[in-house]
């Protein structure tokens, strides 16, 4: 339970914590910012990590003083621990409004009231998250994976929690920046090739980043990218991905027999996109 000190000055900590994911579940970074008072935690997680979390987190701030918590969309991994920081917290939590009337699902009945008047729903375009004196910016990353999904920037450390885009299957040492961005392709292939939708949205969500000043990109999952060279070669890499949709053909859209082959297969052969994660 170890945190990551990414950026620190005066008034203002940008943290991580890599290591709270214990069993089967798959490695995460929870990423915490804390100015001069008010805090945010991005992406907390489930069961699996609330607690570590919570507990890790009160050397730098008191639960019950966190303002926000934000996810960049509404998968399990990402804030399925809902219900736990709308108890044991006041803070407001910050989601696409395309998944404000479905996160109450996570929340048992007898917890509406805890939940009422806590939910900030982010437009599409995206917004300013008042943090202090400061702000943290929600850019829009629709379809990246999710439908409604958002990364964000930190205009004081000028680093961008970028959710499931570099995410990466490493099996140690996941706080590292990448140092060799060429051998760490084959950990991040897969999984982007299958969790984005198209490379239309790689490409407009690459050149949106690249008008913006970052000093480092932290996944959801994984290794960071750290400084402009590394960054640079990550958005090249990206931008010319071919994902998702780009690479289904009529071969992934066969009705199956009760054998358990489908019809038109000559033989048990993996497809080729959707066996890849």
């Given at each position: 339970m170890q945190a990551?000190i ?7 900590m940008?943290l991580?914590?890599?290591d709270?994911v ?17 805090s945010a935690i991005?992406?907390?997680?489930g069961?699996?990590?609330?607690m570590?979390?919570?507990?890790a987190i009160?050397k730098?701030?008191?639960v ?10 509404q ?6 621990s ?10 407001k939590?910050?989601v ?12 048992p009945?007898?917890?509406?009231e805890?939940?009422e ?9 995206g917004?300013y ?5 400061s702000?943290?910016k ?7 994976h ?9 205009p ?5 929690f970028?959710g499931?885009v ?12 990448v ?5 760490h392709?084959?950990k991040m292939?897969a ?7 198209s ?12 008008n913006?000043?970052?000093?480092m990109?932290v ?6 990218f ?13 931008e010319?991905l ?10 992934d859209y066969i009705v199956?027999?009760n054998n ?7 033989k048990?052969?993996?497809l080729p ?5």
């Open positions: 990551n990414l950026f620190q000055n005066n008034e203002h940008v991580t914590f890599t709270l214990t069993g089967e579940g798959i490695q995460a970074n929870q990423m915490v910012i804390i100015r001069e008072g008010h991005f992406d907390p997680g069961d699996l990590t609330y570590p979390l919570s507990m009160t730098y701030v008191k019950k003083d966190i303002d926000y918590v934000i996810a960049s969309h998968d399990p991994d990402i804030i399925s809902l219900d736990k920081w709308l108890m044991y917290s006041d803070a939590i910050v696409s409004k395309l998944w404000e009337r479905f996160v109450p699902h996570l929340v009945g007898y917890m509406k805890k939940a008047g806590r939910m900030i729903a982010i437009p599409d375009q917004m998250i008042p943090m202090g004196d702000v943290i929600a850019i829009p990353a629709h379809f990246l999710s439908v409604g999904n958002f990364h964000f920037y930190d004081i450390s000028k680093i961008l970028s499931d570099g995410a990466s299957m490493v099996d140690k040492h996941p706080e590292r920046a140092q060799d961005f060429d051998r392709i084959p292939q999984f982007h090739e299958r969790y984005m939708v490379n239309k949205v790689c490409r407009l969500w690459a050149r949106m980043v690249r913006m000043d970052i000093e990109i996944p959801q999952h994984g290794r960071p750290q400084g402009k060279e590394m960054i640079s070669k990550f958005l090249d890499w990206f010319t071919e994902c998702g949709i780009d690479k289904l053909t009529q071969h199956p027999q358990g082959k489908r019809t038109g297969e000559k048990d052969v993996p996109l959707l066996s890849s994660v």
